[in-house]
């Protein structure tokens, strides 16, 4: 069973600080990783993907992708209260044709 | 910019009704999804559509349920007998080309079976 394993928090920042979120997989031939962001009620809404190790950056949020210790994870520098959410990481195995598997997704709560 | 679109964004039905539940992928999107999410769990897959054909299927897509593209606009997914364990948020989502496209996701159905 391939699987995607989060941390269900809550995690707990200060605004302003760095938000460090996780997330292993056990497929090691898995190509694809995504962060979705999921508010109370709503649609996963993409954050970024990540196709290859090393860093990815946007803006206030950085990817970073170790597939030889099959990890990804999510930091949101500067973390707002508007960034309080829900944090899926999603990953396209290999052989799985399009469709992602999900995480539990980890609780981020930023603290004014 | 295009979105995916889901109607209705509310559905209630008794168990053993039938209901559709209709998505508008984003119009040069070729793959087609459905996910669903039971409160407090996460998203899990249910299907996927390309080239007019079911690619993919997880176990909960069982026989009650069922896909179709009618036109060139709509994706539509059927519970034919709803059971109280369908109630759950349903969210269509579509991708453009094979391999790492990102899935855009619609704002979901959320579906009550009482």
């Known amino acids: 069973q391939k699987e995607v394993e989060q941390n269900s928090g809550p995690l707990s920042v200060p605004e302003g600080a760095i938000a460090s979120l996780n997330c292993t997989y056990s497929d090691r031939g898995s190509q694809s990783f995504f962060w979705y962001r999921q508010y109370s009620g709503k649609s996963p809404e993409l954050i970024m993907s990540?196709?290859?190790?090393g860093d990815k950056e946007d803006g206030r949020f950085t990817a970073q992708l170790n597939k030889a210790s099959q990890y990804v994870s999510l930091l949101i520098r500067d973390s707002q209260p508007s960034d309080s959410a829900t944090y899926l990481c999603a990953v396209r195995f290999s052989g799985g044709y399009q469709k992602v598997t999900f995480g539990t997704g980890t609780k981020l709560q930023v603290i004014p | 910019e295009p979105e995916v679109t889901q109607t209705p964004s509310h559905q209630v039905t008794q168990m053993g009704q039938e209901v559709i539940l209709r998505c508008v992928p984003i119009s040069n999107h070729l793959y087609f999804y459905w996910y669903r999410q039971i409160l407090g769990q996460k998203v899990e897959f249910l299907v996927s559509?390309?080239?007019?054909?079911?690619?993919?299927k997880s176990e909960i897509f069982d026989d009650q349920f069922s896909v179709e593209r009618p036109d060139g606009s709509n994706f539509t997914l059927k519970i034919r007998s709803t059971k109280l364990e369908d109630s759950a948020m349903y969210f269509c989502a579509s991708n453009g080309l094979a391999g790492g496209e990102t899935q855009y996701f619609g704002p979901g159905t959320r579906l009550l079976v009482l």
């Open positions: 990540i196709y290859s190790n």
């Open positions: 559509f390309y080239n007019n054909e079911i690619s993919e």
